[in-house]
């Protein structure tokens, strides 16, 4: 779903898509969220490509 999109019509477009929809919940994504996304879940591995490609 894109930034600032509804939840509604996110699960509108699930039930036309006839999707399964078997729980839906809105809500911000916490500090974890952020992290895993901008460093990896696998505290192992290296993360140094990551830093390469957002600096083009």
Same mark, same amino acid.
């Given at each position: 779903?894109?930034a600032?999109? #509804?939840?509604?019509?996110?699960?509108? #477009?699930a039930?036309?898509?006839?999707? %399964?929809?078997r729980?839906?919940q809105?809500?911000? /994504?916490? !500090? $974890? =969220? #952020?992290?895993?996304? !901008?460093?990896?879940? %696998? /505290?192992?591995? =290296?993360?140094? $490509?990551?830093?390469?490609? #957002?600096?083009?």
């Amino acid at each position: 779903m894109a930034a600032g999109g #509804a939840g509604q019509e996110a699960l509108k #477009a699930a039930f036309v898509q006839g999707l %399964d929809v078997r729980t839906f919940q809105m809500r911000e /994504p916490s !500090l $974890h =969220d #952020a992290f895993i996304g !901008l460093t990896g879940a %696998d /505290p192992d591995q =290296d993360q140094g $490509h990551r830093t390469e490609e #957002a600096a083009r």
